[in-house]
């Protein structure tokens, strides 16, 4: 049991880093100072774990990691020691404009959550309405095509390219 425990943690961990280190298409093109100096934002965050991992290993100036649940930010606060930089926050993925200054982040990560957002094309101008000129949305799920086609509508209403997209 402890084995599958740890399989899964590091799992998270490649994930997280493989999000934060590569800004392009080619896994050999890694940027290990990506998110250095830069403003995070992370939507739906649960138990933080990769937030805490992020926030600890890029250098990241400002990551603030968020989620809708008050239990998952309790949880985050439990279980993760303070690290610079770092703050849990009880946010809604659909209030993002409301709840942060236009043009605040450097980034807005969503690492596994976005399928299940209530309106994906609000998550969207949402997390656009908070990127700096030139940031990025950073997004890894398992979208339905359906999905996939809106946030691409979205991104194109908002003068946004996509710069990379994998569809396995």
């Known amino acids: 049991k402890d084995s599958s425990v740890w399989r899964m943690q590091m799992y998270g961990a490649a994930l997280y880093w493989h999000m934060g280190t590569l800004p392009g298409a080619k896994a050999n093109e890694v940027d290990t100072d990506m998110l250095r100096g830069k403003d995070v934002l992370e939507v739906a965050c649960m138990r933080g774990g990769g937030s805490r991992y992020l926030a600890e290993v890029t250098g990241a100036r400002r990551f603030v990691a968020t989620d809708k649940e008050q239990e998952h930010i309790d949880a985050c606060l439990r279980l993760h020691s303070p690290v610079d930089g770092l703050e849990f926050q009880v946010v809604d993925a659909m209030d993002l404009a409301h709840a942060f200054a236009a043009e605040s982040f450097d980034y807005v990560l969503c ?58």
């Open 111 to 168: 690492v596994q959550a976005a399928a299940w957002f209530d309106d994906i094309r609000r998550f969207i101008h949402g997390a656009c309405h908070v990127l700096r000129p030139g940031g990025s949305i950073l997004l890894c799920d398992g979208l339905q095509r359906d999905h996939l086609k809106t946030i691409l509508e979205s991104l194109e209403e908002l003068g946004m390219h996509l710069e990379v997209e994998d569809d396995m």
